[in-house]
């Protein structure tokens, strides 16, 4: 997940709201196909946009297999391994799990996987709730670039990029701006 | 998302802005939520040292600093008076800078006069957080108060917000007065007029003596310690006396409206301040003080104690 | 035999009545009509567009010697005088044995004598060792030498001996000086008892612990029919009683110190131990009584109540530092900006009579006017000089004030002793 939320004047587009909404549906019919008991699901979303992306799943999945799927919040600011190198401080929020855990498959729900650590740092959140049976991760976008051993179970797109280029995901109910997801050459 | 938060030290309630506070309040709300996992741990401050410098004692404040760092991970040391090197001559400020050759990241000084964390805060590149300095501040005990009535009440401004006590020589209503008043709550003081002059208006307070008069129009009762020292003999005649005129008894207690919350800093002193009865009452939240002071005082260290220096 | 002309100065020498331009001439370290260097060769100094003056008398200053020289010594106290426009000194007794006995005296004269490079006249106290339970031996004391007695950084709380004191002062022919602090109404107090004490949590210093030995100090000088004067007046209340005490022809008098005018007890929000001074910095209600009772001539004498200490002693936790800052060489440059330039409440003439006649009169000195034959103690003035208070080129030997970067106008540039030049700018 990126971290700063500059105007995108000088951005391609890479999705559009359609190309989301049909990559978001996809990934809930996957996630139906994979999961036997959809009861032991929980779609946990990393804050703010994961949160987002994990509603609008279990909405798709509520409407294609008439499931009401648990879904949870899992901030990752308090788990990172870098505070205090960064000059500003993230943002924490309360984590909400449905509890136990144990015998329950939780799937990390973000908007971009790119170097891991906020998936790593999402695995640790969740350890201190509990020992989940099985913990997968779905993205939106994964551009690579991976600095540790992490792999996406559900990918939106694949988007190869430079390291120095930004991407950026917009989602109407969180920033007030049609769907898309950005590229930035910077 | 990024904070805005650009403190290494917290001093006093005095200096920050409403925004500054709300903030605070919203980021122990997260940390309130680690209480309650499996793992009550976040690595958030790994590999930080914090100092516990309690020149002037507390076994409840200290205890709670070091479970929030522990909380966070921190490493803690924990510094008294007497097993510091102040008895043997050293100056506060030697003492410090000492402790910051160790490379200690956080202080968090308890000290009998006004104005030391400021002193260290000064000269010393670590983080200093006010565990209460003299009359002067207790600025994580005005905070947990404060996001205590915000929990149960859902806001803080436009309620009746009544502290009873010993005002003149009490941190915690310092901080609670400056914190409550710049988020926009009516705040009343009751006590002896010795104890809570007149001068307390000029902070944007009323002032009575008259404690039966102003109960039932509480939103919040916070009742402080009554301690009858020494150097209090001249202004008080008795704790006897206190309890008649100040006490909240049953009897009073009575009169408070219904969703009225009664609040205490703690250790409570049954019989004198409080009835044992009312302390133990569906209206207080005396223990949701405390474990909110925990949130609290995490969500501070976390923000002073994160700031790269 | 040695001669000095100074000329084209403003003359001002209140007690004769002179306030001209004109020239001021000097022989052999007194003052000389300008007939009698005729034949001589004279140095000459020009003293244009300056103020030349009596040398300045500053008779409430902290020499710290004997005992705790590393706040001060008598030598660079008596340098930092210079450096300020002073040409006499007079130092209290809080000194390390106290200055409560003829040894001590001889040996603070002795030690003036040999190192310093203005005029130090010695206090005595009123109290042995300052303990305010028995008399001192005053009268030996003012054989040795003293100029009044005065238990100062403390006060006499027993009115008895008190009264006592003042009644055998008299005899002796001594004034009396006093520190005026009530101990029981004061508690520890470290600001004033106020808006700010109340809003920090800091003891307060009630006025009214001044404002108590103020009136104990007019019925004692009415009952004994000798002059009491009280220092560093710092209350509106005192500045009052002092009025209607001296309009009724009680024999007692103020004096102010330069931070009681420029500072409110606003400044110690910070907890900065350089505005921690007794007594305090007080309100603006307090600061403009103090501007009224200089105006109206109620407070009759300019003082600093210079008092140093080393640097670690004062970077300590607020309540912990001891009271007060130094003050020889801001203070005229204060006094001018502020009570002539600023609030406009005195003219230079009679800023300069507060500093010279006046403390003169007090303690009955020989010094404070430019008469023929006087020892030549000159200050020159330029009062409209701008200047910045650089605390590191202080000549005290210590650094313990508030007042670093003032920008200020008004300041002395040269200081005259017996016919020497000790400083100039």
């Not at chain 2, 410098?53 to 803690?76: I, M, Y």
């Not at chain 3, 009415?222 to 009280?230: F, K, N, P, S, V």
């Not at chain 3, 309100?283 to 008092?307: F, N, P, R, Y």
């Amino acid at each position: 997940m990126q971290m700063d939320n500059k105007k995108h004047n000088s951005g391609v587009p890479i999705m559009d709201a359609e190309t989301i909404r049909r990559a978001l549906r996809r990934i809930a019919h996957e996630i139906i196909e994979q999961n036997a008991d959809l009861k032991s699901v929980v779609l946990a979303g990393i804050p703010l946009r994961g949160t987002e992306i994990a509603r609008r799943l279990a909405e798709f999945i509520r409407e294609v297999a008439k499931i009401d799927i648990d879904t949870g919040t899992i901030d990752v600011a308090m788990h990172r391994d870098d505070v205090g190198t960064r000059a500003e401080l993230p943002m924490v929020h309360a984590s909400k799990l449905p509890l136990p855990l144990e015998h329950r498959t939780v799937i990390i729900v973000d908007d971009v996987l790119f170097t891991g650590r906020t998936a790593r740092a999402a695995m640790d959140a969740i350890s201190s709730f509990g020992r989940p049976a099985r913990i997968q991760l779905g993205a939106l976008v994964d551009r690579g670039h991976r600095e540790l051993p992490i792999r996406a179970d559900y990918v939106g797109k694949n988007l190869p990029t430079a390291t120095r280029e930004q991407i950026q995901v917009r989602l109407q109910n969180v920033d007030n701006e049609p769907d898309a997801v950005w590229l930035f050459k910077e | 998302m990024s904070t805005n938060w650009s403190r290494k030290d917290l001093l006093g309630l005095r200096e920050l802005s409403a925004d500054e506070i709300n903030f605070i309040l919203e980021t122990a709300d997260a940390f309130k939520q680690v209480g309650t996992r499996e793992i009550k741990k976040v690595p958030a401050l790994r590999g930080k040292t914090l100092v516990n410098f309690f020149v002037e004692p507390s076994t409840r404040t200290r205890t709670s600093f070091e479970l929030a760092a522990h909380r966070l991970s921190a490493d803690v040391i924990n510094i008294s008076a007497t097993t510091s090197s102040l008895t043997k001559g050293e100056t506060l400020k030697d003492t410090a800078r000492n402790l910051e050759a160790l490379h200690a990241d956080i202080l968090v000084l308890r000290h009998s006069s006004a104005g030391a964390p400021q002193f260290l805060a000064q000269r010393l590149k670590s983080s200093v957080i006010n565990a209460g300095d003299g009359a002067h501040e207790h600025p994580t005990q005005g905070l947990l108060d404060m996001y205590t009535i915000r929990e149960k009440r859902g806001r803080i401004d436009n309620l009746h917000i009544v502290i009873v006590g010993d005002i003149l020589f009490s941190r915690v209503a310092r901080s609670n007065i400056f914190g409550l008043t710049k988020l926009g709550a009516r705040v009343t003081l009751v006590g002896p007029s010795t104890l809570v002059p007149r001068e307390f208006e000029k902070l944007g307070v009323t002032v009575s003596n008259q404690i039966d008069k102003v109960l039932p129009d509480a939103d919040v009762v916070n009742l402080l310690r009554i301690q009858h020292e020494r150097q209090r003999k001249e202004y008080f005649p008795g704790i006897g006396e206190y309890t008649t005129l100040f006490g909240l008894t049953k009897e009073r207690a009575k009169s408070l409206k219904p969703d009225c919350l009664v609040m205490h800093p703690g250790p409570i002193n049954r019989g004198v301040e409080i009835d044992s009865e009312v302390a133990d009452g569906l209206q207080s939240v005396i223990l949701d003080q405390v474990t909110n002071g925990l949130a609290v005082r995490m969500a501070v260290l976390y923000l002073c104690g994160g700031i790269a220096t | 035999m040695s001669a000095i002309i100074i000329r084209n100065g403003r003359v001002v020498d209140p007690t004769n009545k002179r306030d001209e331009v004109g020239d001021l001439a000097i022989l052999d370290g007194k003052i000389a009509d300008k007939s009698a260097i005729k034949n001589q060769k004279a140095e000459t100094i020009d003293a244009n567009g300056l103020i030349v003056a009596p040398g300045l008398i500053d008779m409430h200053v902290h020499l710290r010697e004997p005992g705790f020289s590393h706040k001060e010594t008598i030598e660079s106290g008596a340098c930092a005088a210079a450096a300020g426009g002073f040409t006499t000194i007079v130092c209290m007794p809080n000194t390390l044995p106290a200055a409560d006995n003829p040894a001590t005296i001889a040996w603070i004269k002795d030690r003036a004598a040999a190192t310093a490079c203005v005029n130090v006249l010695p206090t005595g106290t009123i109290s042995k060792n300052i303990a305010g339970e028995e008399l001192a031996p005053i009268g030996s004391l003012g054989q040795a030498g003293v100029v009044a007695i005065t238990d100062d950084g403390h006060c006499v709380q027993n009115h008895e001996l008190m009264r006592r004191a003042v009644e055998y002062a008299r005899m002796v022919g001594l004034p009396v000086l006093d520190h005026c602090q009530d101990y029981n109404l004061v508690g520890n107090g470290v600001v004033h008892e106020g808006y700010w004490s109340t809003l920090l949590g800091l003891p307060g210093w009630p006025a009214a612990g001044e404002e108590a030995i103020v009136m104990r100090n007019i019925l004692l000088a009415e009952l004994c029919d000798h002059h009491i004067h009280c220092q560093h007046v710092s209350a509106a209340g005192s500045v009052r009683l002092i009025r209607e005490a001296r309009a009724r022809g009680v024999k007692i008098s103020g004096e102010v110190c330069p931070h009681h005018i420029a500072l409110t007890d606003e400044a110690i929000q910070n907890f900065d131990t350089n505005y921690k001074m007794n007594p305090p910095l007080r309100s603006k209600e307090d600061v403009d009584a103090l501007l009224e009772g200089i105006a109206g001539g109620t407070l009759s004498i300019l003082c600093s109540d210079h008092a140093p200490h080393a640097g670690f002693e004062k970077e300590v936790e607020f309540d912990q530092a001891p009271f007060g800052i130094v003050g020889l060489e801001t203070e005229l440059g204060l006094f001018i900006d502020l009570l002539v330039h600023k609030h406009r409440k005195i003219d230079i003439v009679r800023l300069i009579k507060m500093y010279t006649v006046e403390p003169a009169k007090l303690l009955k000195l020989d010094a404070g006017t430019l008469s023929g034959g006087a020892p030549a103690d000159i200050t020159f003035i330029d009062p409209d000089l701008e200047w910045t208070v650089a605390l590191d080129k202080f000549q005290s030997a210590s650094r313990n004030s508030p007042f670093d970067g003032w920008k200020l106008r008004g300041r002395a540039v040269r200081t005259i002793v017996g016919g020497k030049t000790v400083w100039k700018l």
